[in-house]
């Protein structure tokens, strides 16, 4: 069993810059991928990053490629996603999620999520 716990959301202007942070309880030898997903109201939950928990690739929707970084701390099982440039149309639900399998861009293939925190864009 993973627990996931999120951190870091909060209400910033265009142009700034937020960092999420996930913290994983111990037993992660079994996670292959760590990713961030956000679900806008009215719309699906969608694919933002992912990243190996071993290091090394990471993928990104297209929508936050160049401004979004996913990066992993297995000495603190902690993955974060920093956020950079934010636009109106980031503000979304944000949530850290953890999978077994090798899969990373549906949320189908997410065995553990976390509680989800709440990014807001003004303008």
């Known amino acids: 069993q993973v627990q996931l716990v999120e951190s870091g959301g909060g209400l910033v202007q265009a142009g700034d810059s937020l960092r999420l942070s996930c913290a994983a309880s111990?037993?992660?030898?079994?996670?292959?991928?760590m990713g961030w997903f956000r679900q806008a109201p009215g719309k699906e939950r969608e694919f933002v990053a992912a990243?190996?928990?071993?290091?090394?690739?990471?993928y990104y929707a297209d929508s936050v490629k160049g401004r979004f970084t996913i990066s992993t701390d297995n000495a603190k099982n902690t993955v974060l996603l920093q956020m950079n440039s934010l636009k109106p149309e980031d503000t979304a639900t944000y949530y850290c999620?953890?999978?077994?399998?090798?899969?990373?861009?549906?949320?189908?293939?997410?065995?553990?999520w976390g509680q989800g925190t709440q990014v807001t864009v003004s303008s």
């Open positions: 990243g190996r928990w071993s290091g090394g690739s990471t």
């Open positions: 999620a953890a999978s077994l399998g090798r899969n990373y861009d549906r949320p189908e293939e997410y065995n553990y």
């Open positions: 111990r037993r992660t030898f079994s996670v292959y991928v």
